[in-house]
């Protein structure tokens, strides 16, 4: 009985804990697929917890209520093994212990939400990590990549591109592609414009860390070498970024 409560209160934290985790973005406007559902998984393990001995008298009655519970209990721990290992993707391909990029490679900067004319948090430590590189790196030149998408006023290109000039890059060195609307759109027409004005197709991508996996894993099927520059999520909104990309990685594994 004891160890069932221990059990029980521990859920309970873990899950408000959670809950909480997952509301934080909203105070700073970001609200997607992410945090939605890592906000209805808290809300369900919560309420499993808090009605825990109903379940369990249930399911001592009815077989196929007990059955069902194993199942659910089955996929969820499934899914955390699951998420588990897509972390480590994560990790690994945030760059740790790799080889750094050629001094002439060029920088891709992809992507991310603008409010009106303002790159959201994660963009402006994309645009921040980017100024860093390029300062490092006086022969690479960039490609600013992004499309304008609902709730921009301008294309995220633009956006990326005037920003890497108030950080003090010679806007000569930045080259703008500004239709895409995805990763793979992002690092296909950045290649496209590469070979265009005879940049080195050898790209250094600057996107946060939790998103270097996939886009790495996009460039190698594109055929295009790449090396990741890792900008550090905000932790304000980690945890709609993070569980967001929980679900695309599945999406791009699960459908090709």
């Not at 069932?4 to 909203?26: A, D, E, Y």
């Not at 948090?121 to 790196?137: G, K």
């Not at 290649?191 to 790495?216: C, E, F, S, W």
Request: overall charge positive; hydrophobic content about 45%.
């Amino acid at each position: 009985m004891l160890k069932r409560q221990i059990v029980k209160i521990f859920t309970l934290v873990l899950s408000v804990g959670g809950i909480v985790w997952f509301l934080i973005p909203i105070h700073w406007d970001v609200l997607n697929i992410g945090n939605a559902a890592g906000l209805v998984v808290c809300a369900l393990l919560f309420l499993c917890a808090l009605f825990s001995g109903a379940i369990r008298r249930r399911s001592k009655r009815s077989k196929g209520f007990r059955i069902f519970c194993r199942i659910v209990l089955a996929l969820f721990g499934a899914g955390v093994l699951w998420a588990a290992v897509l972390t480590g993707l994560m990790i690994y391909g945030a760059g740790a212990g790799q080889p750094s990029p050629p001094e002439d490679a060029t920088a891709v900067v992809l992507g991310s939400k603008v409010s009106g004319t303002v790159p959201s948090a994660d963009l402006r430590v994309r645009i921040e990590t980017a100024a860093a590189y390029l300062n490092e790196h006086p022969q690479a030149k960039c490609i600013a990549s992004g499309g304008q998408g609902k709730g921009e006023l301008v294309t995220e290109a633009s956006v990326i591109r005037e920003y890497l000039v108030k950080n003090g890059i010679d806007a000569s060195r930045i080259f703008v592609e500004d239709t895409s609307v995805s990763t793979q759109e992002n690092l296909r027409n950045s290649l496209a414009l590469t070979k265009q004005n005879g940049l080195n197709p050898v790209m250094a991508i600057v996107t946060d860390d939790y998103h270097q996996y996939r886009a790495g894993r996009i460039a190698a099927e594109l055929k295009i070498t790449s090396y990741p520059v890792s900008a550090p999520t905000p932790w304000y909104i980690f945890s709609s970024c993070y569980a967001r990309e929980l679900l695309a990685l599945t999406k791009f594994f699960v459908i090709p």
